[in-house]
């Protein structure tokens, strides 16, 4: 990781989730899983938790930074590199790096031989998935191309804000624009704690110790 970047272990530290979750972002990254941060706030720390987890991915493998070029693309290679697409955000706005509609639904269109990290701003997952299928119209199968969605909520004060993890997700498939999945991971707010509440079926298939391998390294300081 660059010298300055936050990490994983620095999001452990900091409170904005405990060690499983990281593990749980790490092994995701390093699966090649596509990746979905929500929060309602903007400076929730969508991006920092993005980039945090993709420093986690296989050595070598691209991240391709998407914006609207002149010529109207939108940086997706031609050549299917097995890499990340990465989308700043999911927003209806006039900056170059956040996309909506016929955009969102060209990238969603082009995920086999991709991994997707992205954000949007909802009220949580279901909410996001409504954001992506209805507001944006991408078909139910492209949706369920999303592996885990990670739901940011921020408390405190505006001069010491709070941000945790307060759900982390794993997609089965959508159906109607709603994800069937199960909750690995949970924040319970009345004893500002985290709560490990199922096991993944898909996150740690394809790695030897599964997601308990790593937690460890997380869990050190």
């Given at each position: 990781?660059?010298?300055?970047?936050?990490?994983?272990?620095?999001?452990?530290?900091?409170?904005?989730?405990?060690?499983?979750?990281?593990?749980?972002?790490?092994?995701?990254?390093?699966?090649?899983?596509?990746?979905l941060v929500?929060?309602?706030?903007?400076?929730?720390?969508?991006?920092?938790?993005?980039?945090?987890?993709?420093?986690?991915?296989?050595?070598?493998?691209?991240?391709?930074?998407?914006?609207?070029?002149?010529?109207?693309?939108?940086?997706?290679?031609?050549?299917?590199d097995?890499?990340y697409?990465?989308?700043?955000?999911?927003?209806?706005?006039?900056?170059?790096?956040?996309?909506?509609?016929?955009?969102?639904?060209?990238?969603?269109?082009?995920?086999?031989?991709?991994s997707?990290a992205?954000?949007?701003?909802?009220?949580?997952?279901?909410?996001?998935?409504?954001?992506?299928?209805?507001?944006?119209?991408?078909?139910?199968?492209?949706a369920?191309?999303?592996?885990?969605?990670?739901?940011?909520?921020?408390?405190?004060?505006?001069?010491a804000?709070?941000?945790?993890?307060?759900?982390?997700?794993?997609?089965?498939?959508?159906?109607?624009?709603?994800?069937?999945?199960?909750?690995?991971?949970?924040?319970?707010t009345?004893?500002?704690?985290?709560?490990?509440?199922?096991?993944?079926?898909?996150?740690?298939s394809?790695?030897?110790?599964?997601?308990?391998?790593?937690?460890?390294?997380?869990?050190?300081?």
């Amino acid at each position: 990781m660059p010298p300055g970047e936050i990490g994983l272990a620095d999001l452990v530290r900091n409170g904005t989730m405990s060690p499983e979750i990281a593990a749980t972002l790490a092994v995701a990254a390093a699966e090649r899983r596509s990746l979905l941060v929500i929060a309602v706030p903007r400076g929730a720390g969508k991006t920092t938790l993005l980039r945090a987890a993709l420093a986690h991915r296989p050595a070598g493998m691209p991240v391709h930074a998407l914006q609207r070029y002149d010529d109207g693309s939108l940086g997706i290679p031609v050549r299917r590199d097995g890499g990340y697409l990465f989308l700043n955000e999911i927003a209806d706005t006039g900056f170059l790096d956040y996309f909506w509609g016929e955009e969102i639904r060209r990238v969603f269109s082009r995920l086999d031989g991709f991994s997707l990290a992205t954000a949007l701003h909802a009220p949580g997952v279901d909410a996001a998935f409504e954001v992506i299928g209805g507001w944006n119209q991408v078909p139910d199968e492209q949706a369920s191309r999303i592996d885990l969605a990670v739901y940011i909520e921020v408390g405190g004060t505006a001069r010491a804000p709070r941000r945790r993890v307060a759900e982390v997700r794993e997609i089965d498939g959508v159906r109607d624009r709603r994800p069937s999945g199960r909750t690995l991971h949970r924040w319970l707010t009345a004893d500002d704690r985290f709560e490990t509440v199922d096991a993944p079926v898909l996150i740690g298939s394809a790695t030897p110790g599964g997601i308990a391998s790593r937690i460890a390294e997380f869990a050190r300081g």
